[in-house]
C-alpha cells in the first residue's frame, strides 16, 4: 500500500496550456448517487467525468454490509456502463453498530472487503441526511476500528459533534476524534468534507494516515454566499460552509500541494422540491460542475499544475489505489470554453421537479471533453 | 419629551395571573406592512394586537418625504380601522440622500414632522430588503442628522456594515454608529433589531438617548434553528441571526429591564413563493405571534412582569410617547390557552402563494384575546 506524500506530481508539462489541460481520469473520494429511480442520473454525471468514486453509504436503506455493498455496487456499475465502462465504484459500508455488520465483525469485513468495500463511513448520530441510526458512542466501535486497522480498511467519518452550535460542530469534533487517533495509530482515517481553519490545522498536525477530503463548496464559497445576500439554499450542506478564515485556511493547504488533502466533493443531490420549501434538505449538487470550477480556482491562484494532484493523485496515493495514468477510461481533457451551467437537471419521471446543480445558470471558464 | 428609564413600571399586581394577563395595548417599533394589495392583510395581523406600530419605509417605491409619509399613513389607518379604529401609525422615512427629502432640509423636516413622522430610517446600502438606494457614506447626511436632532426626530438604523462578513457586519458598524453618537449628542437613535452580544455591550455603554429593538427571532432563535437541522428559511432574517451567547446576552439585558430595550419586531412578510425558492427574501413574519411568544419567554424566565414594560413602555418612553395605559383601543388580555399557528395565511387574490408566519404549525401556548 502506498504511503501518502511519497509520490511524485504528475509531471506538469504534459498536462496544460492556457487554453486546454489534459488530465488523468480524476477521482472523487467522496460522493452520494443515492438510489431509485434518480440513481441512474446520478451515476452518469459522476462518471461522465470521474474515473473512481467514494459511494458513500447513507442511502434509503443504508449500505450496512456485504450482500448491500455488492447489490449497491452491480447497480452503479451497471448505470455508469453507458458513459464509461471503466468505472470503478470504491464502495463504502455504513457504520451503525457492530450488531448492524450481521455477524462477527472480522468475517464480516472480510466479506464487505471482498465485495469491494474499501472503507466504513462513520456519521455521529443526526449531524446530516439520513443519519439519525448514526453513532452516538466513538467507544463502542472500538473492536470494529482494531478490525479496519488490521484489515486495511479506511475509516471515513462526518467530523461533527452533533450537540455542538452548528458552526462550532467540527471544531468540538476534533478531540474525538483525536482519541481514535491516538487508540489506532496503524488505522487509515479520513476526515471528510473538512470546513473549518481549525481541522485544516488539526489534520495538519497528524501522521501521514490521516487525511481530508475538500468540496468545492468549502474550498470556494462561505457564509457570506449562503446567506449574505439573498438566501441560497443550493449552497446549504453539512458541515456548513464557513467564514472566510475557513475559506483561506482550506485554499491555502489545498495550493500548498499538501498531499493528505485530496477531493472528495460531497455531490450530494436532492430533488428541487426538496430543497426550495420550508425545511430544506443539506447537500449541493456539484458532480457536474466541480473538475470546471477547481480548474477555475487553481488557474486564478496561478497554482494550475496543482489540479492533477488534488484530484486525481494525492486521493489514490493515501487509499494505496494506483493512479489512473491514462489507463482506465483514458484521459480527460478541460478546455477553456464558456459554458452556462444548466438551470434543472433530469427533471422528469422518478426526479419530477428535477435538480439543481451547483453553478446553476451561472457561466463556467472550464469546460469538460472526455 | 420622557426620558427614557425614569418612569415607574406597571403595576404588576393589575396585570397578571397564572392563566390570563391584561396588558395595555403594546407597541410594536419597528414594523414593515408593504404596500399594494396585501398591506391590507398585514396591517390587520398588526393592529388587531398593537396599538401603535412604528412603520417602515422600505417599500417599492419607497416613503421618502411627507408627501409619501400622508398617503401611506391615511392607506394603513384606513386598512387598520375595521379592527382597531384606534390604531397609530407612526411613521418614518427613508433616509437615502439631502436631495432625495425633496427640498431644503429644515422645510422638509417640518413638513414630515407634520405629515406624522416620527423618525427617519437609515439602511446602508445593500444590507437588507430595498435597500440599494441606501446610504454610502455617513458623513453625507451630518446636515440631516443635526436638523433631526434639533427637531427631535428619531435616528433609527438598520446597523449593519455590507462590507464586513455576514456574521460580522453589526459589530464592524458600531464605530461608525459611534461617531454620529458623539457628534450629535441630543439626537435620539435607536439601533434597530440588535442581534449580538457585542452590539448590546455597546448600547449598554451609550447614554439615555441610544436604545435598541429586538426581536422575536433575535432574542428567541440561533442560527441552529435557521442551519442547525434542515434550511429553515422562514428564520431567515438581516441581521442574521446569530449564535447562542448573543441570544444569551439578549435574553439578559430584556430580562434585567434595562428601559433602552425595547421591542421592535420587524415583522417583514415576504410571499411564501419568495421564501421558499432558489434566492430566498430575508424576513420573519412575526406580527401575529410575537405577543404569545414573549409571554412564553418572560414566563419560562419567571419574569413575566417585565413584559409590559417591554412591549408597551419602555418604547412609548424612548420616543416620548403616552403608554397607552387603558386608553386607546382599551388593554388587550392573553389567556393561558394552547393554540397551532396556521401554517399559512391569507393566500389569495394579492398574495397568491399567501404568507408563513413563525412558528407556522407549531403550538404557542398563550393566546391574544382583544
Redesign the interface.
Known sequence: MGRPGTIARWPWRLLYSATMMHLPRPDDFHVHVRQGPALVHYVHDLATVFGRGLIMPNTLPPILNAVDVSRYRAEILAAAQVVNPHFEALMTFKITTLAALGGAVEEALADLKAAGAVAGKLYPAGVTTNSADGVKDLGELYPLFAAMEKRGLVLCLHGEDPDA???DRETAFLPKLGAVVAAFPRLKIVLEHVSTAQAVEWVLAQGPLVAATVTVQHLLF???DL??G?????L?CKP?IK??EDRAALQAVVLSGSPRFFFGSDSAPHARAA????????GCYSAPVALPALASFFEAAGELKGLADFVAGFGADFYGLPRLAGGLGGKISLVKESWKVPALLHAGPGLESGV?PLY?GQELAWKVKS
Not at 230 to 234: A, E
Open positions: 452550535f452548528c458552526l462561505t457564509l457570506d446567506l449574505g439573498h438566501l441560497q439554499p443550493h446549504f456548513l467564514r472566510p430543497k426550495e420549501c420550508d425545511c430544506g434538505s443539506a439543481v446553476a
